[in-house]
C-alpha cells in the first residue's frame, strides 16, 4: 500500500521558517518524482514544487522561488519543503504527492499525481 505521511507545518509569524516532511513508503521512492501543492483557504488547489527522482532538479511556482527549498533523501524515503521567509500569503494545506514518472515537464497538472499525503496545515500569522 502506497503512504505518504507527512509532518511539521504549523503557525509562525511573518518571516519565519518552517519545514515539511513527507515519509514515503509502500513503493520505489527513489524512481518518482515528488511534489508539493497547498490549498488556501476557499480557493483550489496550487502546485508549489516538485523535484524530480534524483534530486538534483528541483521546479518551483514563481512566487516561492527563492523562498522555499524542496529536497529529498532516497536512502530515508523522505521529501522535505522547506519554507523560508514565510508570508501570510503562504498560509494553506500543504500536501505531497508522488508523480506518475521519474521527472517531467507537467508538475502543475494535477491529475499526474497518484497518491497524496494527508495534508498539513501552515499558517502565517501575526
Known amino acids: 500500500e502506497v503512504k505518504l505521511v507527512q509532518s511539521g507545518g504549523g503557525l509562525v509569524q511573518p518571516g519565519g521558517s518552517l519545514r515539511l516532511s513527507c515519509a514515503a513508503s509502500?513503493?520505489?521512492?527513489?524512481?518518482?518524482?515528488m511534489s508539493w501543492v497547498r490549498q488556501a483557504p476557499g480557493k483550489g488547489l496550487e502546485w508549489v514544487s516538485s523535484?524530480?527522482?534524483?534530486?538534483?532538479?528541483?521546479t518551483y511556482t514563481y512566487s516561492v522561488k527563492g523562498r522555499f527549498t524542496i529536497s529529498r533523501d532516497n536512502a530515508r524515503n523522505t521529501l522535505y519543503l522547506r519554507m523560508n521567509s514565510l508570508e501570510p500569503e503562504d498560509t494553506a494545506v500543504y500536501y505531497c504527492?508522488?508523480?506518475?514518472?521519474?521527472?517531467?515537464?507537467?508538475?502543475?497538472?494535477?491529475?499526474?499525481?497518484?497518491?497524496w499525503g494527508q495534508g498539513t496545515q501552515v499558517t502565517v500569522s501575526s
Open positions: 504527492a508522488k508523480y506518475i514518472q521519474p521527472t517531467g515537464s507537467s508538475y502543475f497538472r494535477l491529475y499526474n499525481y497518484d497518491a
Open positions: 509502500g513503493f520505489t521512492f527513489s524512481s518518482y518524482a
Open positions: 523535484i524530480n527522482s534524483g534530486g538534483d532538479t528541483p
